[in-house]
Nanobody
């Protein structure tokens, strides 16, 4: 079975940094585009960042562009999200997702597998 397990979430003050990791198993990792989504309290899940199979193509939500960096290590079957200059509005549950598609996907309905999520809390 496919498993995506996020880690690295936690509590941080505004302006700080966190690095999220998502370890995958049960799938041919390099055949999947990977993405990060987040869900703030009372809001819908929203696209955050995505990366292509070989880690070259990337896409970011406007709200995080320039602050967040997505990367992947196919040998380790892991995707990362480096989050810098964090803001309170970045608070939420962050989910890792895998997409067996042709191009990098930016909507949740395009993704095939999801992790359980990891909480990120940014205080002012």
């Amino acid at each position: 079975q496919v498993q995506l397990v996020e880690s690295g979430g936690g509590w941080v003050q505004a302006g700080g940094s966190l690095r999220l990791s998502c370890a995958a198993s049960g799938l041919t990792f390099n055949a999947y585009r990977m993405g990060w989504f987040r869900q703030a309290p009372g809001k819908e899940r929203e696209f955050t960042a995505a990366i292509g199979r070989r880690g070259v193509s990337t896409a970011y939500a406007d709200s995080v562009k320039g602050r967040f960096t997505i990367s992947r290590d196919n040998a380790k079957m892991t995707v990362y999200l480096q989050m810098n200059s964090l803001k309170p509005e970045d608070t939420g549950v962050y989910y890792c997702a895998a997409d067996f598609g042709i191009t990098v996907a930016t909507t949740s309905r395009e993704y095939d597998y999801w992790g359980q999520g990891t909480q990120v809390t940014v205080s002012s």
